[in-house]
């Protein structure tokens, strides 16, 4: 497609509920990340995959966080049984594939949780 | 770990001052340094990058430089615009990983 695409755009959750959110990055990005953007906090990394497999999942704040990715492309964040601490913006990023380090990062426009 | 640190805002200027937003870096190896930068109502973008030491990135104006001995990529503009308004996020990363500071909002005012 022509930028990541992440969808819902909104999500509005019981604290407790499962939720899903998806990212579609740009066609031929091997590299995908995963922040989470909070008031005061700024943005904070959660994980980050070359092809389907992920080299650092140290940023996932607790076990209920999992990430997958399938194909080399689409990737799914999971939270489970929600928290209102979980409330924040997640963005997702992908990349060419860089010998030098990160290449520039393409940012879609996030999906906003609140946790009520 | 690795870590950036940049100043914190919010930095309100005056049109045409100069501008300087710090950042420091502590990470194994050398990491690639990225300044990207989120107009309102936009997504963040890229601003400008440097993957060795003394390199420049520069962009729109902006420049930084790649400081090992500081372990710094300070962000200046000579003039700074309203249309400067952004918020600004220092990053840094190697190997494929790449983590920010917390931003800094910058306002210019006419």
């Known amino acids: 497609g022509a930028g990541v695409s992440q969808s819902p755009s909104n999500k509005v959750t019981e604290k407790g509920k499962d939720v899903e959110l998806r990212c579609d990055p740009i066609?031929?990005?091997?590299?995908l990340y995963w922040y989470r953007q909070s008031l005061g906090q700024g943005l904070e990394f959660l994980i980050y995959?070359?092809?389907?497999?992920?080299?650092?999942k140290s940023g996932l704040p607790s076990d209920r966080f999992s990430a997958e990715r399938t194909g080399g492309s689409v990737s799914t964040l999971t939270i489970q049984r929600t928290q209102q601490e979980d409330s924040a913006v997640y963005l997702c990023?992908?990349?060419?594939?860089?010998?030098?380090?990160?290449?520039?990062?393409?940012f879609g426009e996030g999906s906003r949780l609140t946790v009520l | 770990g690795n870590s950036v640190t940049q100043m914190e805002g919010p930095v309100t200027l005056s049109e045409e001052a100069f501008l300087t937003i710090n950042c420091t870096y502590t990470?194994?190896?050398?990491?690639?340094l990225f300044w990207y930068v989120q107009y309102p109502g936009e997504g963040l973008q890229l601003l400008l990058k440097?993957?060795?030491?003394?390199d420049k990135g520069s962009n729109k104006g902006f420049e930084a430089t790649y400081r090992k001995e500081t372990t710094s990529f300070h962000l200046e503009k000579g003039s700074v615009q309203v249309s400067d308004s952004a918020v600004y996020l220092c990053?840094?990363?190697?190997?494929?990983?790449?983590?920010f500071g917390k931003g800094t909002k910058l306002s210019v005012k006419p």
């Open positions: 990470a194994t190896g050398y990491p690639s």
């Open positions: 066609s031929g990005h091997t590299a």
């Open positions: 990053g840094g990363g190697s190997q494929g990983n790449l983590i």
């Open positions: 440097a993957t060795k030491a003394d």
């Open positions: 995959f070359q092809g389907n497999s992920a080299p650092d």
């Open positions: 990023a992908s990349s060419r594939r860089s010998l030098t380090g990160p290449g520039e990062l393409f």
